[in-house]
């Protein structure tokens, strides 16, 4: 009896696991599948570019907070707080920018986070929204 309670709780969390996978790498959210307003209506338009590269104005197409809260709240939570995923906020983003660049980029193994250009983002809108993120992100 012990071994199937232990059972179905490991079916249990492989179930949940594979769920919140998918809504971390939905990239095809259309704009009306939430009703929730963004949690901030900054653009990278803000952002000036870095050494490295050129900062994108949008993110596929949308504003950086909106794509973030289509695409990252999800896993990191509305408020960049955390919940499947680590905070996002700006004390908790203490890494240089090319090391949140190559996590979005190539995504985490072992973890639910992609590989956000294996889902279409470019460089640049990576930079983008490692910029919006490290500004503060901030909130209306």
Known sequence: MKHL???????SLTGAAALLAMACSSSGTSESDTTAEPPASAS????????????????????????????????????????????????????????YIDTIADGRPGT??????????????IRALVHWLKAGAPKE
Request: glycine share 8%; proline share 5%; hydrophobic share 40%.
């Open 5 to 11: 309670s232990l059972r179905v709780l490991l079916l």
């Open 112 to 125: 639910v986070m992609p590989s956000w250009s294996a889902n279409g983002l470019t460089t640049p809108e």
């Open 44 to 99: 990278a338009t803000e952002a000036e570019p870095s050494d490295d590269g050129e900062i994108a104005e949008t993110v596929q197409g949308k504003e950086v907070a909106r794509f973030y809260q289509l695409n990252c709240s999800s896993c990191h939570g509305l408020d960049q707080q955390g919940i499947v995923g680590p905070a996002l906020t700006v004390d908790a983003l203490v890494q240089e920018d090319q090391f």
